[in-house]
């Protein structure tokens, strides 16, 4: 895979960046997405956060984290205290990677770790921009996109860690809590405890 490097102009905001993802050739990924899905929020933002992909609905609406999952998560937010507006959303890779089943339905596909690494230019040019207070890493896919591949979720979830000058956190993807059955509320309740570690950084003193 050749990378997005040479797609990703220099010395842009984010508006720009937003542009120029549309003609992103990083990797096959955007063959069959129906466009790029761009991070949202502002330039100013204290707390960036990151998923893995686009899902079904992110893909046709072209904005991250506005299907259950994000909804769920925006509900793990405020009940932190953490004001939606100081949140830019973004995800590992811009494009959704997604089976054909049942007709048309599009089922989720994990990303490569290659289709992972040639989209990490983009996510760099969007941490460069907005320069968060912390980072925020749902999900492994997420967290090994910045933290490198043996980075295990299961084994620091929660934990501030300094890295390349940035304070990051991993989680659980919210998704995983809605595919949890038995034990959704526990999932709920470990997601939100994480989210406060966040939180409690982006209080003043």
């Given at each position: 895979m050749?990378?997005?490097?040479?797609?990703?102009?220099?010395?842009?905001?984010?508006p720009?960046?937003?542009?120029?993802?549309?003609?992103?050739r990083?990797?096959?990924?955007y063959?069959?997405?129906?466009r790029?899905?761009?991070?949202?929020?502002?330039?100013?933002?204290r707390a960036?956060?990151?998923g893995?992909?686009?899902g079904?609905?992110?893909?046709?609406a072209?904005r991250?984290?506005?299907?259950?999952?994000?909804?769920?998560?925006d509900?793990?937010?405020?009940?932190?205290?953490?004001?939606?507006?100081?949140?830019?959303?973004?995800n590992?890779?811009k494009?959704?990677r997604?089976?054909?089943q049942?007709?048309?339905?599009?089922?989720h596909?994990?990303?490569?770790r290659?289709?992972?690494?040639a989209?990490?230019?983009?996510?760099?040019?969007?941490?460069?921009?907005v320069?968060?207070?912390?980072?925020?890493?749902?999900?492994a896919?997420?967290?090994?996109?910045?933290?490198?591949?043996?980075?295990?979720v299961?084994?620091?979830r929660?934990e501030?860690?300094?890295h390349e000058g940035m304070?990051v956190?991993?989680?659980?993807?919210?998704?995983a809590?809605?595919?949890?059955?038995?034990d959704?509320?526990?999932r709920?309740?470990e997601?939100?405890?994480?989210?406060?570690?966040?939180a409690e950084?982006l209080r003043p003193?």
């Amino acid at each position: 895979m050749p990378g997005a490097e040479e797609y990703v102009p220099p010395r842009v905001r984010l508006p720009g960046l937003r542009k120029a993802v549309q003609e992103c050739r990083g990797c096959e990924l955007y063959r069959d997405a129906d466009r790029a899905v761009f991070g949202e929020g502002r330039e100013s933002a204290r707390a960036v956060v990151v998923g893995e992909q686009p899902g079904d609905q992110e893909d046709r609406a072209g904005r991250p984290f506005v299907g259950p999952a994000g909804r769920l998560f925006d509900e793990a937010l405020a009940e932190v205290g953490i004001d939606r507006d100081d949140v830019y959303v973004t995800n590992a890779t811009k494009h959704f990677r997604f089976q054909r089943q049942q007709g048309k339905r599009r089922i989720h596909q994990k990303p490569s770790r290659g289709q992972v690494n040639a989209c990490r230019p983009w996510l760099t040019a969007e941490l460069n921009v907005v320069r968060p207070e912390v980072v925020v890493c749902l999900g492994a896919t997420a967290a090994q996109a910045l933290l490198g591949p043996s980075f295990r979720v299961s084994r620091q979830r929660g934990e501030l860690i300094e890295h390349e000058g940035m304070r990051v956190l991993a989680t659980v993807h919210p998704s995983a809590v809605l595919r949890s059955e038995d034990d959704r509320e526990q999932r709920y309740a470990e997601l939100v405890a994480d989210l406060r570690v966040a939180a409690e950084t982006l209080r003043p003193g």
